[in-house]
């Protein structure tokens, strides 16, 4: 096996949204998407106090793609229109395919609200292609006890294995186009050489922390993305890092976007407007509110 080497390191732009410290890798200027990521939001570390308003991300229309969102603090309540709901607790991860259309609301439950507390969380979108676009709407809510935890780096690392294979072990999500996707915790010193074969776009952030990747220095809020020269990555951690890392087979094709629909065609993107203007997002019918 061949390791890859480093392509290029992105720095998260600072882009809070509210009172909510967010960061965003991707989209960034010169680097659109690492198809078929084609965003990536991190929201904190923070702390709210008693009192406060929670998250900011009431019902919002999707089309298109999948959002995967991962509680690394804090909490989370889902709802949408497919009649899913749920509050993922920390190291728990949500995986929600809008397809053809569902309304959806990620907000902090009543009892974040009341009492606070500490807050962080990575918000991914990952592509479909055209012929998977329209499948219907679909969701999974894992809490960290359903997530598979690998020990690796000779034991001071641990990867929470979200979906894909490693070694025997195999996560408990399937996606559509077989996205492998973890996220990792090294302690300083770790080492060890992750699996990305050379034909897949390898997504690659560093959450918190400092390690090489291939042997260059990057620090925490920056996104790595890799040659396709070689089949592994050989990381190694000089701090307790933690890091969101996948790897997917690339769409290849043309990426119209608007807001939260993701299509091929601006005409696709017309029809999703009307579509949702029209109600047929609206599913099994109105978002309620979820958790106590």
Do not use: C
């Not at 290029?8 to 960034?28: C, E, F, G, K, M």
């Not at 990381?235 to 890091?243: C, N, R």
């Not at 769409?251 to 949702?276: C, K, L, Q, W």
Request: glycine share 14%; proline share 9%; charged share 15%.
């Amino acid at each position: 096996m061949t390791s890859r080497s480093v392509a290029r390191v992105q720095p998260a732009h600072r882009d809070d949204i509210s009172d909510l410290t967010t960061r965003r890798p991707v989209p960034a200027p010169g680097l659109d998407q690492v198809d078929p990521f084609l965003f990536l939001n991190h929201h904190g570390p923070q702390t709210y106090q008693p009192g406060n308003n929670g998250l900011p991300f009431g019902p919002h229309p999707h089309r298109g793609f999948e959002t995967v969102t991962f509680i690394l603090e804090g909490n989370l309540a889902h709802h949408d229109t497919g009649g899913h709901e749920s509050v993922i607790e920390a190291g728990g991860v949500q995986w929600m395919t809008a397809g053809s259309g569902l309304i959806h609301a990620e907000v902090s439950p009543p009892s974040f609200k009341r009492t606070g507390g500490p807050l962080e969380i990575l918000q991914l979108w990952v592509n479909l292609p055209g012929r998977l676009k329209m499948n219907a709407p679909a969701y999974t809510g894992l809490q960290q006890a359903d997530i598979p935890q690998v020990s690796v780096a000779d034991g001071k690392g641990t990867l929470s294995l979200i979906a894909g294979g490693f070694g025997e072990v195999v996560g408990p999500i399937h996606p559509l186009t077989g996205v492998f996707m973890t996220t990792l915790r090294l302690a300083s010193g770790g080492r060890m050489e992750l699996p990305a074969p050379r034909d897949r776009s390898v997504l690659l952030y560093v959450v918190s922390g400092r390690l090489a990747v291939a042997g260059v220095v990057v620090d925490q809020w920056n996104l790595v993305t890799m040659n396709p020269d070689g089949d592994k990555i050989s990381i190694g951690a000089s701090t307790d890092t933690v890091l969101l890392f996948g790897h997917a087979d690339p769409i290849g094709e043309p990426v119209v976007a608007h807001g939260p629909f993701v299509m091929n065609t601006s005409e696709e993107i017309g029809e999703a407007i009307r579509d949702y203007q029209a109600g047929k997002f609206n599913g099994t019918g109105p978002l309620v509110g979820v958790g106590a």
